[in-house]
């Protein structure tokens, strides 16, 4: 019984080391090719006006792009991609919060027009619309 | 599995582990693990608890850098052509360049707490500076472009008199043919001085950081099972990374591209 415990216990140190997961270099550079790919392509797209296409076109895939490029710092230089859950948990509650006061906060400002038929010109100085 | 084998020890030990703790005293029963701390059960345990802990702040970082980008979004959607005309005198090349900067430095921090994990101290030290030589880099290209928005008059409260300049009677020929006023362009700049400002700051905050980092690694005080504070630098270096990601096409990039900004010379 107690060489068992003894051998448990040793298999238990090894497996502290496996959980602390190094993430090893040859990641590191190709995320960081990946990265300098993206803000190439940022560049890029930025540099057509996509407008006429449809009006926040470009905006759509700076962020899209942005959004991507954040993915991948988070996941594999944040280590969050060989973390627990209940870090992803606390990783992805900032996100969450964002989204629910960008889009609570939003929909208030939107729909004020509806309600006082005043527009956006409530705020001081802003255009008639 | 991982933990499967571990419980199994609590079980099948000849003492449940609680009693090992009362029984042997701190010192002796850790003197096996080096950073494990008195009040953690194992250095997993102690991983996952700090490791939380920084995340918590890091959301704390996210909402507040949240509240300035909600701002952006709401006055963007209201001035957006008064957004485009502001974008356009900034510099795209310099954001560029400190965008790669930045993006290279959380590479560099990467492989500092790689070295920080595997125990070669000087190579933490070496790429811990290397990412403090590129943070410096990055605040003073922000110092060139900010030094030039004033000397052109665009920065709200201090030097605010670029549309009364009459060298630039073209371009506020053309905000009146937009129906854009001055003080909505001066929205444009006031939110982009808030935001960069405030992420200058976090990047002020993170150089001082990494610097006692690397003086107390540079003292063997990240080894044997102690690297985890380097790790946590790390998140927060990359957090403020992150921030710079969205940063640099939402101020730069908006209304085409402009390279050399500063228009109106």
């Given amino acids: 019984m107690a060489q068992d415990a003894q051998a448990h216990g040793h298999a238990s140190d090894l497996s502290d080391e496996e959980a602390h997961h190094i993430v090893p270099m040859s990641v590191y550079y190709r995320v960081f090719a990946a990265l300098m790919v993206l803000l190439i392509i940022t560049l890029f797209a930025a540099a057509f006006d996509l407008s006429h296409i449809w009006g926040p076109m470009n905006i759509i895939i700076a962020m899209t792009i942005a959004v991507v490029k954040a993915a991948l710092v988070i996941l594999y230089f944040m280590h969050v991609r060989y973390s627990s859950r209940l870090t992803w948990f606390f990783a992805g509650a900032a996100f969450i919060w964002l989204a629910i006061m960008f889009s609570i906060t939003l929909a208030d400002y939107f729909s004020r027009e509806m309600i006082t038929g005043l527009g956006m010109g409530t705020v001081p100085g802003g255009p008639s619309m | ?265």
């Fill in chain 2, 1 to 265: 599995v991982a933990t499967d084998v571990h419980t199994s020890v609590h079980v099948v030990g000849d003492r449940p582990m609680l009693e090992r703790h009362a029984g042997d005293g701190h010192e002796h029963d850790h003197d096996h693990v080096p950073g494990l701390h008195h009040h953690f059960d194992d250095m997993e345990q102690q991983r996952e608890t700090h490791t939380l802990g920084m995340w918590a702040f890091l959301v704390t970082e996210i909402m507040m850098f949240g509240g300035l980008f909600f701002v952006y979004t709401l006055y963007r959607w209201q001035y957006h052509n008064a957004y485009v005309i502001g974008s356009r005198h900034l510099n795209i090349n310099l954001g560029t360049i400190n965008t790669f900067v930045l993006l290279f430095s959380s590479l560099t921090m990467a492989v500092a707490v790689h070295a920080a994990q595997l125990g070669h101290r000087k190579k933490l030290i070496t790429f811990l500076v290397i990412t403090m030589i590129l943070g410096a880099a990055f605040l003073g290209i922000k110092a060139v472009e900010w030094g030039t928005d004033y000397r052109e008059g665009l920065v709200p409260g201090l030097a605010w008199n670029y549309f009364q300049n009459p060298h630039n009677a073209a371009e506020i020929a053309k905000l009146a043919a937009e129906n854009v006023l001055p003080n909505h362009v001066m929205m444009y700049f006031i939110i982009y001085f808030c935001m960069t400002g405030l992420h200058a700051l976090h990047m002020v905050i993170g150089l001082t950081i990494v610097g006692i980092v690397a003086f107390l690694g540079s003292r063997g005080r990240f080894e044997n099972g102690n690297e985890q504070p380097v790790e946590l630098v790390g998140l927060y270096w990359h957090l403020v990374d992150i921030i710079w990601i969205f940063l640099f096409p939402l101020l730069y990039l908006i209304g085409g591209f402009h390279p050399g900004g500063g228009g109106g010379h």
